[in-house]
């Protein structure tokens, strides 16, 4: 299996930035970290060995980058202001800078999805619903999309705008929702340890009072808020449904 690891100093975000690449052929998958964590993440848990065999068969082309998080919602010592300054930097240097790294590699025409899992789950699902002109759909696993989840009881227009449980219900702007109804959305839970469906039939429910298509997947008991339950649950999407 192909991998490539190139970087660049991100306009966006002031600092170098790092991306990684699996494979050769495919759609593109954009993973997005789950919390602190690096671009390697998601190779470190071996989710990247559990999509293997449809990167080698060419199915996909994985990339992966950082998060930010730590420069923004996580940063106890930060201005909770300055952590939404921080984030929209983060959602520049994507729209701006890794889809059209992507796009450069793939060609203009090959979809990109967005994923992640935990705290990625909800980025790559507001990187989606913000973009549906860039990115062709998601997949976001044990996420809650509530950002004010992750805010310390902090809520401004900015932490609003980048909250997909609160934005979309309010979303009346129609060519966006019609693109948004033209893409992928898979949203998967497991019930086990650490897990919250209930967040993920939430949202469930904000998109069809939108009439956007999804697919809500909600997993056994024994599907913990861990990297077992992702190794599972995106070769399944990747294999079955994209």
Same mark, same amino acid.
């Given at each position: 299996m192909n991998k490539e690891i190139q970087g660049w100093h991100s306009p966006a975000l002031n600092k170098h930035m790092e991306i990684v690449s699996y494979g050769?052929?495919?759609?593109?998958?954009?993973?997005v970290p789950t919390a602190a964590a690096d671009f390697l993440e998601y190779e470190?848990? =071996?989710?990247? $060995?559990?999509?293997? %065999?449809?990167?080698?068969?060419?199915k996909l082309k994985v990339f992966s980058i950082n998060s930010i998080n730590m420069?923004?919602? =996580?940063?106890? $010592?930060?201005?909770? %202001?300055?952590k939404a300054i921080r984030h929209n930097q983060f959602n520049a240097y994507v729209f701006n800078e890794v889809l059209p790294f992507i796009r450069s590699h793939s060609g203009a025409d090959t979809p990109i999805y967005t994923c992640g899992a935990s705290f990625g789950a909800l980025h790559s699902m507001n990187l989606f619903l913000k973009r549906p002109d860039l990115i062709s759909g998601v997949v976001a696993m044990s996420?809650?999309?509530?950002?004010?989840?992750?805010?310390k009881d902090y809520f401004d227009?900015?932490?609003?705008?980048n909250s997909p449980q609160h934005y979309i219900p309010n979303l009346d702007d129609h060519h966006t929702l019609e693109q948004i109804r033209k893409g992928?959305?898979?949203?998967?839970?497991?019930?086990?340890?650490?897990?919250?469906?209930?967040?993920s039939r939430s949202f469930s429910e904000v998109l069809?009072?939108?009439?956007?298509s999804h697919e809500l997947d909600i997993w056994g008991h024994d599907m913990p808020h861990d990297w077992p339950t992702w190794r599972a649950m995106l070769p399944y999407v990747v294999s079955t449904k994209l």
């Open positions: 050769h052929y495919g759609f593109n998958l954009l993973l470190r848990f =071996l989710l990247i $060995d559990a999509l293997k %065999p449809q990167i080698a068969a060419g420069e923004s919602w =996580l940063n106890d $010592d930060m201005h909770p %202001p300055h996420g809650c999309y509530d950002l004010s989840a992750y805010t227009q900015e932490v609003y705008f992928k959305i898979f949203i998967l839970t497991g019930s086990g340890n650490y897990e919250k469906p209930a967040a069809m009072q939108k009439d956007i």
